[in-house]
């Protein structure tokens, strides 16, 4: 059994290349750091989340997986093993570790919440993507992006529109220049139907904004818009991607 000593200096040395840009150092340390310790539990994880940024996504699930029957996974293991078993398909695996996250949220650091409720809305959990949301704000209150995601799952679980209005208002308010937040907001004044307030902020949505919506449907739900005011020019330039 190798000493937690000898397994740190392991891991800073590989650290240290990684964070120098230096792939072929880290992979190299990492190999024979594995040999030396005899595949030590924590070396094992870290290699899977290696593998997992390298695209080897089942070499990741294998190491991380090994590492897992023998020690509790670091915050980061779970969130990777949990991209990685979304990846290929294992959804109920991928519930079972992110609303254990959820279980422990204040056991999640600040950098890692976005992560999780992307995995949570991956899965449909929109209700748990809310609360990490909301965790987030609680702990920083200028998280604008928080209150944006808020207010985007809160749409996605079907909460009444005019509270999904008012929290992307509060987005936007937070952060105004944003074209993805005013974007958003449009598209849900459209659904109240209230078209000159969504006309207004769909007209602050800069050129390229328009040429790079997020998805075809708001492409086409402000192209409506536009159309709505017969703003030719701008409608010309709301781009329809796949």
């Not at 150092?25 to 190999?31: G, W």
């Not at 294998?62 to 991209?83: D, P, V």
């Not at 602050?204 to 409506?224: F, G, V």
């Amino acid at each position: 059994m190798f000493k937690n000593s000898t397994i740190n200096r392991w891991i800073e040395r590989i650290k240290e290349a990684y964070l120098a840009d230096d792939s072929v150092l880290a992979d190299s340390l990492m190999k024979q750091a594995l040999v030396e310790t005899g595949s030590a539990s924590r070396l094992l994880e870290i290699s899977g989340i290696i593998a997992y940024h390298q695209g080897d996504v089942q070499e990741s699930i294998r190491l991380i997986e090994a590492a897992m029957f023998k020690i509790g996974l670091s915050i980061s293991g779970q969130l990777t093993l949990a991209n990685a078993w979304l990846q290929t398909g294992d959804f109920d695996s991928t519930r079972t570790t992110v609303t254990f996250l959820v279980d422990i949220i204040e056991r999640v650091p600040c950098s890692m919440l976005p992560d999780l409720t992307h995995l949570l809305s991956a899965i449909q959990e929109y209700e748990l993507a809310i609360a990490v949301c909301r965790e987030a704000y609680e702990r920083n209150p200028d998280d604008d992006n928080a209150v944006f995601g808020a207010a985007f799952y809160m749409d996605r679980a079907g909460h009444p529109v005019e509270l999904v209005k008012s929290m992307m208002l509060k987005a936007v308010d937070m952060k105004p220049s944003s074209q993805l937040y005013r974007a958003n907001l449009a598209v849900v004044c459209s659904a109240m139907g209230q078209w000159e307030i969504a006309y207004s902020h769909a007209c602050r949505l800069s050129d390229a904004a328009l040429k790079s919506l997020p998805c075809r449907r708001m492409a086409k739900q402000i192209a409506e818009l536009f159309s709505r005011f017969q703003d030719v020019d701008r409608l010309e330039k709301t781009v329809f991607s796949d």
